[in-house]
């Protein structure tokens, strides 16, 4: 499925020689730089030597100090939160209740049904296999018979 590229010749030895002679040339830069403080400092008295490395120690030390503090130190955030407003749920529409009593009949015969078929030993997997296949079916049952009920109690 997937394939590697097909590299020409000497193509990833050019780039490995061009990193390659960057880090020597880096290298000999660093080198000289040491000569060259060496050189510079061979011609110090000890003491001046302990001073300059007391002096440095110090700056490191206050450095790194004033990073530690200023990074426990609690304050305000550099940038503003901006609280979201959401937006109000819909209104839920108003459920329509049954209007016609034939309905309402078939729908308590299906939902009586359904509680015989529990009340059976054998007839118990017919209803655990609707109740796989409708999740819920007996909820919305009680449910439309108690809208009718509140509709018709009115």
């Not at 110090?58 to 609280?83: C, D, M, N, Q, R």
Request: aromatic fraction near 8%; hydrophobic fraction near 40%; proline fraction near 5%.
């Amino acid at each position: 499925m997937f394939w590697k590229r097909k590299k020409k010749e000497g193509e990833g030895q050019a780039a490995s020689s061009l990193f390659t002679s960057l880090l020597v040339r880096f290298n000999r830069k660093l080198v000289w730089l040491a000569d060259h403080l060496q050189h510079r400092s061979n011609g110090l008295p000890k003491r001046t030597l302990k001073l300059l490395l007391g002096v440095f120690c110090l700056l490191f030390v206050s450095a790194s100090a004033y990073v530690l503090t200023s990074s426990v130190k609690e304050k305000g955030l550099p940038f503003h939160i901006t609280p979201i407003k959401a937006m109000p749920l819909a209104v839920k529409p108003v459920q329509v209740p049954l209007k016609t009593e034939g309905e309402f009949r078939r729908i308590h015969r299906l939902r009586l049904s359904l509680d015989s078929l529990s009340r059976l030993p054998g007839e118990k997997v017919h209803l655990d296999s609707l109740l796989k296949r409708y999740p819920g079916i007996l909820d919305t049952l009680s449910l439309l018979e108690r809208l009718y009920y509140e509709q018709h109690k009115n």
